[in-house]
């Protein structure tokens, strides 16, 4: 008997590990979920969208990917998500509940209606702005400068993964860093906001670039940091990430 409540006994923590291991499992496929219908898929998916991007939580929560989840669950990864992507408001009776992502659309989504803080001055800006990418991308980066990519934005965080008060705009993975001079772009007329969690949002030129000739300097972020150069293209193929044999071994 003793034994036996022994094994009982070890076996409860484990058992309520396993239990927030697959809560918190359920709460990433939502976000990811949440994510993709708010920012790019809610009028393709029949949803309708109001102001600010506002979606009605129930007509979401019918939507066969969402089935298995509930408004509860919804609040629970609005609350503790740690780059606050997204937003729930109530809404009147004929609607219930709303939501909307924070930022990140392709959807075109009005810059009133997203709340979207105009940054006029120098003075405005934060000291840092920074955008995270990874090495694939770096030398059409280096030649033709950072682009929307189908979205109506460009992201730029105010500091590094980990720095204070940075909550959202980079990725904690991205392998390279390009800081940019906001000042220099914004007297060139490129406009700059800032997004309800705080990350820092531009449309780019007329073409949706940040050209090159806005960065103030790159780092490498992985394996380890140091600065790149941002000379041109030759260079930064040489700079392109670290190497693999076709058997995916890391080449020194």
Same mark, same amino acid.
């Given at each position: ?91 009147? #009776? ?132 140091? #600065? ?25």
């Amino acid at each position: 008997m003793n034994s036996g409540g022994r094994k009982l006994e070890a076996a409860g923590p484990r058992g309520g590990r396993a239990h927030r291991s697959r809560e918190q499992d359920r709460d990433v496929q939502l976000s990811k979920a949440l994510s993709y219908v708010l920012r790019h898929g809610a009028l393709k998916l029949g949803l309708p969208m109001g102001p600010g991007g506002f979606v009605p939580l129930g007509a979401l929560l019918q939507l066969p990917q969402f089935r298995s989840f509930s408004a509860e669950d919804v609040q629970r990864v609005v609350d503790t998500n740690g780059k606050q992507r997204f937003a729930l408001q109530p809404g009147d #009776p004929s609607t219930g509940p709303l939501i909307r992502a924070n930022q990140g659309h392709s959807l075109q989504v009005g810059v009133p209606e997203l709340e979207l803080m105009p940054l006029e001055t120098p003075q405005d800006l934060p000291p840092i702005l920074v955008h995270g990418t990874f090495w694939q991308h770096w030398p059409s980066i280096l030649l033709k400068g950072l682009s929307c990519r189908g979205r109506t934005h460009i992201h730029l965080a105010t500091g590094l993964p980990g720095h204070p008060g940075v909550i959202s705009g980079m990725r904690p993975n991205c392998e390279v860093a390009v800081f940019v001079d906001g000042p220099l772009a914004l007297a060139d007329g490129i406009p700059f906001f800032r997004s309800a969690n705080g990350v820092i949002l531009t449309p780019g030129n007329a073409d949706g670039f940040l050209l090159p000739k806005y960065f103030k300097e790159a780092l490498q972020l992985r394996p380890t940091r140091k #600065p790149l150069s941002l000379a041109g293209n030759e260079e930064a193929e040489c700079q392109s990430g670290p190497k693999h044999s076709s058997r995916g071994k890391r080449i020194i």
